[in-house]
Nanobody, 118 residues
């Protein structure tokens, strides 16, 4: 059974940075496409970023492009989300997700809270 555990969330001032980590276990990490999503209070969960297996091709939502960077370390079974120039509208619970099929995420973490104070 795949398990995903996020860490690295917290409280940061606007303009600051955080790095989220997601530890993956339960099967061969390199087979999975990994994604980060977020959900703000009263809003639906939204896509933030994704990284493919092997080639490491990345995609981002327009709202974070140029500020956030997704990366993966297959040796450590971990995916990261480096968040720079944080804004108050980035405040949300951030979720890590994994899947083998394109654009389908089968497994989700419990989430980590990111709060950006203005």
């Amino acid at each position: 059974q795949v398990q995903l555990v996020e860490s690295g969330g917290g409280l940061v001032q606007a303009g600051g940075s955080l790095r989220l980590s997601c530890a993956f276990s339960g099967r061969t990490f390199s087979r999975d496409r990994m994604g980060w999503f977020r959900q703000a209070p009263g809003k639906e969960r939204e896509f933030v970023a994704a990284i493919s297996r092997s080639s490491g091709t990345t995609t981002y939502s327009n709202s974070v492009k140029g500020r956030f960077t997704i990366s993966r370390d297959d040796a450590k079974n971990t995916v990261y989300l480096q968040m720079n120039s944080l804004k108050s509208e980035d405040t949300a619970v951030y979720y890590c997700a994994a899947g083998i099929r394109t654009s389908v995420y089968d497994y989700w973490g419990q989430g980590t809270q990111v709060t950006v104070s203005s």
